[in-house]
């Protein structure tokens, strides 16, 4: 099977062109993975600390109450 050149330099730019953006796809989407798995955290220690007032808040209406 004989190749000619130019067909051997498409070839090759066309691999190299979706190995790129493979391999950049890929790292992007860790990135964000890890993005991802930060604001998940953070979104869980702010609604742990979003619950812990409500319930201060509760008991300070429900002292209130009781002096009222």
Not at 10 to 33: E, M, P
Not at 40 to 68: A, F, P
């Given at each position: 099977?004989?190749i000619?050149?130019?067909s ?7 691999l ?53």
């Amino acid at each position: 099977m004989k190749i000619d050149l130019k067909s051997a330099i498409v070839i090759g730019t066309l691999l190299f062109t979706i190995a790129g953006f493979y391999y950049t796809t890929i790292n992007d989407i860790n990135y964000l993975s890890l993005k991802v798995k930060g604001l998940s955290t953070e979104n869980h220690d702010i609604r742990k600390r979003l619950d812990s007032i409500d319930k201060k808040i509760s008991r300070i209406n429900k002292r209130m109450r009781e002096l009222q």
